[in-house]
Structure formats: structure tokens, C-alpha cells
Nanobody, 125 residues
Framework: QVQLAESGGGLVQAGDSLRLSCTAS????????MGWFRQPPGKEREFVAAIKWSGDNTYYTDSAKGRFSISRDNAKNTVYLQMDKLLPEDTAVYYCAASAVWSSQRMNIMPYDYWGQGTRVTVSS
């Protein structure tokens, strides 16, 4: 079992930055691939970014490229999502998730075994 806890969300203005954190606990937490997803109000949950357990491979959705950066510190069992140049359309609840494999379907929900409770990000215009 792996438990995930997100933090770092809040209310910011367009153009601001936020760094989300996801701390994992449990058996071999640092060996999991990690993903960030978000769910905008009234919409489906969507993929944002993923990182391999080793940290040497990352993957982003097109809307995140150039503005968001995913990283991890395995010594702290923590994954980060640095979000810059935030836009109102980035408003969502952000979730981190853990997958036992670095899947070719990493942009989908299915490969992820564990999920956090989410942290809310609101970007005002």
C-alpha cells in the first residue's frame, strides 16, 4: 500500500507560480512512477505530467509543456509539480497518483494504483 498526500494548492492570480508537492508513504514508495492529474470544475479528470521512478524520464500533456515541470526527490519520497505562468484554465483540483510501472498509457488513469485526495488550485484572471 502507498499513501499519497498533496499540498501546495491555493488561490493565485494569472501569471503567478505555484509548486505542488505529493508525499508518498508506504512500501517502496520511491519505486513507483508518479503522475499528476487535474480535474477542472465540471469536467473529467485529465493528465498533466508523469515521472519515472528514477526521475530520468518525464512526460507532459501539451498544455503543460513549457509552463509546468515535474520532479521528484526520492530521499524525501516527494514529487513536485512546479507550475509557472498560471492561467485561469489551470483552475482545478490536482491529484497525484502512483503507478507500479512506467506504462505506455501513463497519460491515462488506468495504470495508476494509488491516488491522493487532491489539492485545489484556483487561478483568478
Amino acid at each position: 500500500q502507498v499513501q499519497l498526500a498533496e499540498s501546495g494548492g491555493g488561490l493565485v492570480q494569472a501569471g503567478d507560480s505555484l509548486r505542488l508537492s505529493c508525499t508518498a508513504s508506504g512500501r517502496a514508495a520511491s519505486s513507483y512512477a508518479m503522475g499528476w492529474f487535474r480535474q477542472p470544475p465540471g469536467k473529467e479528470r485529465e493528465f498533466v505530467a508523469a515521472i519515472k521512478w528514477s526521475g530520468d524520464n518525464t512526460y507532459y500533456t501539451d498544455s503543460a509543456k513549457g509552463r509546468f515541470s515535474i520532479s521528484r526527490d526520492n530521499a524525501k519520497n516527494t514529487v513536485y509539480l512546479q507550475m509557472d505562468k498560471l492561467l485561469p484554465e489551470d483552475t482545478a483540483v490536482y491529484y497525484c497518483a502512483a503507478s507500479a510501472v512506467w506504462s505506455s498509457q501513463r497519460m491515462n488513469i488506468m495504470p495508476y494504483d494509488y491516488w491522493g485526495q487532491g489539492t485545489r488550485v484556483t487561478v483568478s484572471s
